[in-house]
């Protein structure tokens, strides 16, 4: 298990917290030198949207018990979400990590790192 990787392109250390704040698993981009990373893990996008899918679900069983005027369950499982989904996060980075590839989108080029 691995909690970084290099960037194929710079080979700057790619940490976990990168890959959180990327806002979506297939792409990232380098904080070293802004080359655009493509993510490939075969099993991922199934996987992505069974999650999305379960937590809309969770989503409108919230918005349901809020309707219902029952607040505090609410509450805990509103907390409960966060940290199930920053949990989810650190879960997947390290699987990421550890067995996706990660392809060089920008620059086509080694060299090429000028910020877009
Ligand atoms: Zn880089």
New binding site residues.
Partial sequence: MKTSTN?P??T?KLALWHGIWAGTPFRMT?P??R?RLRIDLPWLVPVFWALVVGFAALGVGIGYLAASGRFVPVVYMGIGMVIAWLVLELVGGVILYTYASFTILYPKTPGETKDT
């Fill in positions: 960037c392109a710079c700057g380098c070293h030198c080359a």
